[in-house]
T-cell receptor, first 110, second 113 residues
Framework: DAEITQSPRHKITETGRQVTLACHQT?????MFWYRQDLGHGLRLIHY???????NKGEVSDGYSVSRSNTEDLPLTLESAASSQTSVYFC?????????FGPGTRLTVL | AQSVTQPDIHITVSEGASLELRCNYS??????LFWYVQSPGQGLQLLLK??????LVQGIKGFEAEFKRSQSSFNLRKPSVHWSDAAEYFC???????????FGTGTRLTIIP
């Protein structure tokens, strides 16, 4: 069965460190998305991609970057982690009819 | 700019009672509307969606939602809730499942025996 996976599921890091969160999908979707979930804010879009070599900024992109070198993967990088980036991060990929979500990565920045 | 409002942060209902979760949206074109459910520590699962056609849509787990363009609403309903329905519910709007979605802040549903 097709799926979307994220790793790691939990991560603790220190302020100022670079962190990369992995996202891998086997749906063969061109469109992929990164959201962060915070209490009182729901899910907010960080970055998204419509295909290989395509990346776009979302609502809360400051301090984050993504790259898309193949269809299956969209890694999210925090260039210099800040405490404000403590959150739960969800990756998603979508067809016209539905957007599928990964299980999430809980990131704590100390 | 598109936006979604879920006015109820937390709702408590008794098992077997009916449920309605409210969702209001703002969108400049024809909206594609979604309801997702998130169980504790889990990802999001699609309950139902509205793209066009019949304004009353049926979803999984016995949920339904009604699209009312005049009220910019897409409220979620269930005639009789089960303890397993306790979760967080998110309404979202976008241009399709393959487009970026704007989510509401969510409604947490608690079920009491």
């Amino acid at each position: 069965d097709a799926e979307i996976t994220q790793s790691p599921r939990h991560k603790i890091t220190e302020t100022g460190r670079q962190v990369t969160l992995a996202c891998h999908q086997t749906w063969n979707h061109n469109n992929m998305f990164w959201y962060r979930q915070d209490l009182g804010h729901g899910l907010r879009l960080i970055h998204y991609s419509y295909g290989v070599q395509d990346t776009n900024k979302g609502e809360v992109s400051d301090g984050y970057s993504v790259s898309r070198s193949n269809t299956e993967d969209l890694p999210l990088t925090l260039e210099s982690a800040a405490s404000s980036q403590t959150s739960v991060y969800f990756c998603a990929s979508g067809s016209y009819n539905e957007q599928f979500f990964g299980p999430g990565t809980r990131l704590t920045v100390l | 700019a598109q936006s979604v409002t879920q006015p109820d942060i937390h709702i408590t209902v008794s098992e077997g009672a009916s449920l309605e979760l409210r969702c209001n949206y703002s969108y400049g074109a024809t909206p594609y509307l979604f309801w997702y459910v998130q169980s504790p520590g889990q990802g999001l699962q699609l309950l139902l969606k509205y793209f066009s056609g019949d304004t009353l849509v049926q979803g999984i787990k016995g949920f339904e939602a009604e699209f009312k363009r005049s009220q910019s609403s897409f409220n979620l309903r269930k005639p009789s809730v089960h303890w397993s329905d306790a979760a967080e519910y998110f309404c979202a709007v976008g241009a399709g499942g393959n487009e970026k979605l704007t989510f509401g802040t969510g409604t947490r549903l608690t079920i009491i025996p």
